[in-house]
Every structure is written in structure tokens, then in C-alpha cells.
């Protein structure tokens, strides 16, 4: 294969991913409210039904208040493009992408970061109370977790050498004995998974399932939402979720991720990543069954306990030997 | 043979990692039981740990400490433990000297501390679980800063036990375990404190009808 054609097969590839986390994100967001219903002992809907969702509001008329800025409209297409545009850095089931150089793992936790922000600045614009509780809850989630993902993800930057997403998961990917996870990981995971639970609106931080003024977060920003935008905002919430799930599975445990461009690899990377990420998903469903979300002062002793796991990953790879 | 040697010292990392990880827990946790329970867990990777070690030095009398540790700290003592939480009909520690904030960010430096102080010493060591030694000493210093941040005497005996859990593996590292003898004598010490601190509080429990250990400070002779 000559240099432009492998060129041309990573940019295909790069495009199939993104394409694979825009349409595993609803099923990602039906399979954890199915283990949910599940273990309430409820049927639950079916794993597709946010497809269903997501088609339905797609047909509807938006209805946008007169209040509301140029922003109202402009951060729907905001936050979904940011999100898409940091899962496009993402190495989904291929190690290397050619997007390596355009950026890194700062410019994915900044791109996330961009679209919280016209999340926030939505929920503001439409100058209703319950927007602006939500919008004001979130910021303090938002800064709180900043600090913990960025030491957790530098942690295991420093063990690769490197702060570029496809470098770290090649390099542990095609470590020897990749099985064992050095102890400065553990505790960067254990910090990642908090603040992915943290950003993401899940449970102990925030109910996904429920409209009580009192304690939603993400939803009171999406009050004001309805037909394409709330859709694009929800699809965007998913693909969120999907990104940090992927991050997760592929930066603590590569294991199987296709390191070269063979038909084998490709098909044994896509099938493991699938099963990686919908375990995770059963894992935080089973998670938000067994416990009760946090009282909102309670949430920053929490992200303050992923910030000092994050510190201590960072101190552990000084002082263990890798 | 030198692989499988880093290979032994970092799962020996881990596992102490783990303890360390469950240390936390507990300086977050407010609930009395889930205290004990996250006790019993580190208690059980400490018994891990030691069978790990057993098994990779050949020493076979840290085997007989890794039985105890699961017989005495997993089963016993945190039985106890909840009985009298049970009896005392206490779950949550409301009030704390640090609140868990800044308990937890105490506990980073500590854990800091302990890496520095021990930083001269690890690189002269010469056995696979040298790491563990700094691990070991933020154990001790958390379990510690947990007695003297809470109130409740349930939780400052947990800090007591966790405290013992470093020593031990602070011992386990520096030397591959104290001699048999010893540990015998520790741990009915540990299992005999366990007792006394069990009948103390519901002593405290009926004079005061609280376990706060800070009322006994208005006790006069």
C-alpha cells in the first residue's frame, strides 16, 4: 500500500469512528437506563427506544422564546459540534489517528469544556429561574471536575511520555505484559471515573432520570429546549458520555485495540471495544441503582476526593517505579 | 527471573495501592458502618498483599499472618465493631474536628510527607516490596489523622486498626514480615483492643448517652 492510500484509509477510518460513537451513544444511554429498569424490577423500555426519541423530536417544530438571544439557537449546533469535534481526537478501536497532531488531550478536555460553557450560557439566555439554578449548578460541577480530569489524564500522560490521546493508548497498547495496570493508573482511574460520572450528569452527582426542581443539574438547562435543539442537546449528552467512556476503556485498558490497519485487528478491535464500553455501561447503570445522589453541597467533597486521587496518581509515578 | 521479580514488586504495588486507595475511603466516608466495611476491605487486600509476598519470597510464616489477618481483622473485629454500632444505635458522624474536605486534602499531604521522608531510604533498599515502605507510612499517618479528626469512638478505633494495618505492612515490607512470635502477639493485642474499645464505648455510652470521646474531657476524679 502506497503512503497516500494508507493515508486515505486512516482518514476513512477516523470518519467510521466518529460515525460509530454518534450511533452507539443512544443505545449507550437505553442500555444503562435498561440495567436500571432492570434491576428495579421494571421491564424498561427497549434498548432502542432513544433512537425512537431522538428521531421524534428530530420532525418537530422548535419553539424558541422571544426572550432569548442569538445564543438560544447557536448553542445546540455549539455543544453538539464541540462534542463530535472531541470525539474526531479519539482513538475508538484503532490505536493511531491521523488527527495525532491536531491536537491532544488538553485540546479534547478544552473542547468538552467549550461546549459545557454554551451549555451554561443556554440555560442563562432564556432568563428562566429554573435555567439559571441549573446553569449555576453546573459551572460549580464543571470547575470542580476540571482540575481532577486534567491531573488524572497528565498522570498517565507522563507515564507515555506524551499528552497525545493516540500516542498514550499505542504505547500501552503494545506494551509487554500489558495486563498490569502500574498503581499511579489505579488511582487516575479512580479519579476519572468520578469525574465522568460528575461531568457526564450521572448519578451521585445528578438523576439522568428525573424533573425535580430541587436537584436536576442538566435537565433544568434543557427546560427551555424543545424539537431539533432539545434532540441535539440530548444526542450531544450521550456522545459526551460515550467520549469519557471511551477514554476510559481505551487509556486504562487497551487491551485488544487494532494497533495496525489488518482486517483482523480491525474486526477483533471493534468487537472488543463494544463489549469494553457496554460493560462500563452496565457497570455505571448498577452503580446509579445502588446509590442515592449526593446532596449538592456533598458534591465537591466528592470532586475534591478525585482531585487528591489525581495529586496522588501524579506523586506516585515520581516516586513507584513505573 | 528479573522480570518476574519487577513483575512480583508490581503487583505488590498495587495491592498496597489499594490499601491506600480504601484509607481515603474511610477519611470521606460518614457513615459508621460503611466505615468498618471499607476497614474489613483494606484488611483483606493487606491479607492479600502478605499472601503475595509469602508467595514470591518463600517465606512461609507470612502465609500463617495473611490467615490471621482474614480470621481477625475480616471477620472478627469489624463483627464486633458492628454490634456495637448496632447496639449504640449511632450511624453518622455528624460532627468532625476536620470536615472531609480538608481531611481529604490533609490526608494528599500526608501522603506527600510520607513519600518525601521515605525518599532517601527506598532506592537503598534491596527487597521487591521497598516501595511499600512509603505507602506504609502514609497508611500510619492517616490512620492517625483519623483518630484525632473524628469524634465518634467507633471511628477512632477504626483509625487505630488502620494505623495497625500500616504497621504491618510496613513491617512486611522493610523486612518481610516480623518474626512469628511477634505477629502472634500483635495480633491478640489488636483483637484484645478491639474488645476493650467494644466495651469501653457502651461504657461511654451510659454515662455520657453519647460516644463523642470528647465528653471525656469534663471527667473529674
Known sequence: MGGLGEVIVQMLLVVVQVITLLVLAPFIVGLIRKVKARL???????????????????????????????????????????????????????SHSPLNFAGNIIALVYLLALGTFFLILAGLDAGSSFGGMGSSREAIVATLAEPAMMLSILAIALTAGSTNLSTIVHQ??????????????????????????????RVPVDNPATHLELTMIHEAMLLEYSGRYLALMEWAAGIKLVVFLTLIVNVFAPWGIATTLTPDALALGVAVYLVKVSTLAVVIGVIESMFAKLRLFRVPELLGAAFILSLLALVFFYTLRG | MPLSTHLGSQLVDLCSVLLLLCCFAIVAQRRLSACVDLFALQSLFLAATAALVAFLTGHTHIYLAAVLTIVIKVVIL?????????????????????????????????VIVAFFITQPIIPLGYLLTRDSLA??????????????????????????????????????????????????????????????????THRLQD???????????????
Open chain 1, 40 to 94: 428495579q424490577c421494571r421491564s424498561g423500555a427497549g434498548l432502542l427506544q432513544p433512537y425512537a426519541d431522538l428521531v421524534k423530536l428530530f420532525g418537530k417544530q422548535p419553539v424558541v422564546s422571544s426572550t432569548t438571544s442569538w445564543i438560544f439557537p447557536a448553542a445546540p449546533y455549539i455543544v453538539f459540534a464541540s462534542t463530535m469535534a472531541a470525539g474526531l481526537l479519539m482513538p475508538v478501536f484503532v
Open chain 1, 172 to 201: 500501552s497498547a503494545s506494551l509487554e505484559g500489558g495486563l498490569l495496570v502500574p498503581p499511579p493508573h489505579l488511582m487516575a482511574l479512580a479519579a476519572l471515573f468520578i469525574v465522568t460520572l460528575a461531568e457526564t450528569g
Open chain 2, 78 to 110: 469489624p463483627r464486633i465493631l458492628k454490634r456495637v454500632i448496632e447496639r449504640l444505635n449511632v450511624s453518622r458522624e455528624l460532627v468532625m474536628n476536620v470536615n472531609v474536605p480538608a481531611g481529604l486534602l490533609i490526608c494528599g499531604g500526608l
Open chain 2, 135 to 200: 505507602i506504609a507510612l502514609a497508611i500510619i499517618m492517616i490512620g492517625f489523622f483519623t483518630m484525632i479528626a473524628r469524634m465518634k469512638a467507633v471511628t477512632q478505633m477504626v483509625g487505630f486498626l488502620v494505623m495497625e494495618n500500616g504497621v504491618f505492612l510496613g513491617a512486611t515490607a522493610a523486612a518481610y514480615g516480623m518474626p512469628l512470635i511477634v505477629e502472634l502477639g500483635v495480633f491478640f493485642d489488636v483483637l484484645v483492643a478491639g474488645l476493650i474499645v467494644g466495651i469501653y
Open chain 2, 207 to 221: 454515662a455520657f448517652d453519647s460516644i463523642d470521646t470528647s465528653t471525656l474531657t469534663v471527667l473529674k476524679e
